[in-house]
């Protein structure tokens, strides 16, 4: 019995060895899309698209957020039920909450962050932008702009957090939907 739980715990073991591999190579992936994206973005538009980009990042980081706390918040049996009655979309979450602790990690520490991250990088650009543009003082303007996205950004997971738990049922439907068109269970 002792060595039948011993074997459990290592196949556990690398099951969670093989998922942070997997995590940590796609987050370099996205990491390097998503900067790749936003400096080649940032670079050749100008102001007004820049900061659109850049909230765009902020908005993606807090709705990524939303989703993972919704995932981690919501309950089994809703989608049970729903996945009972062919609800497009339903198996999905309920393979997303049984994964919770994956699902989560993706889209709060892959996605969330880089996004995160993302935003910090584009606030420099978009604020060297506005002071070339503006003639202010750079140091200021970057300061000034960094604190504001940083704000947004916190601001909004804060917000968003309350909104994920509280409407976790229908934010996991609405993104398990999404997911459907791409990707489907097998049984």
């Given at each position: 019995m002792k060595r039948k739980l011993e074997k459990k715990k290592?196949?556990?073991?690398?099951s969670n060895t093989g998922w942070?591999?997997?995590i940590i190579i796609?987050?370099?992936v996205i990491s390097i899309t998503f900067s790749f994206a936003s400096e080649t973005i940032l670079t050749n538009v100008g102001?007004?698209?820049g900061i659109l980009v850049l909230i765009l990042f902020v908005l993606l980081g807090v709705i990524f957020d939303m989703i993972g706390v919704a995932v981690t918040s919501a309950d089994i049996g809703p989608f049970n039920s729903m996945s009972a009655q062919k609800v497009r979309g339903s198996d999905i979450a309920v393979k997303f909450i049984r994964n919770a602790d994956k699902v989560s990690s993706f889209c709060n520490d892959v996605v969330g962050d880089i996004c995160g991250i993302i935003?910090?990088?584009a606030?420099?650009?978009v604020a060297s932008s506005i002071s070339d543009k503006f003639n202010f003082p750079d140091l200021p303007t970057t300061l000034i702009?960094?604190?504001i996205v940083a704000s947004l950004t916190i601001g909004g997971k804060a917000l968003g957090k309350g909104i994920a738990i509280s409407n976790?049922?229908?934010i996991l439907h609405s993104f398990a939907e999404v997911v459907s068109l791409f990707y489907t269970v097998k049984k």
């Open positions: 290592d196949k556990k073991k690398n942070i591999i997997k796609l987050a370099f102001m007004v698209v935003s910090g990088s606030g420099v650009i702009i960094t604190g976790n049922t229908s």
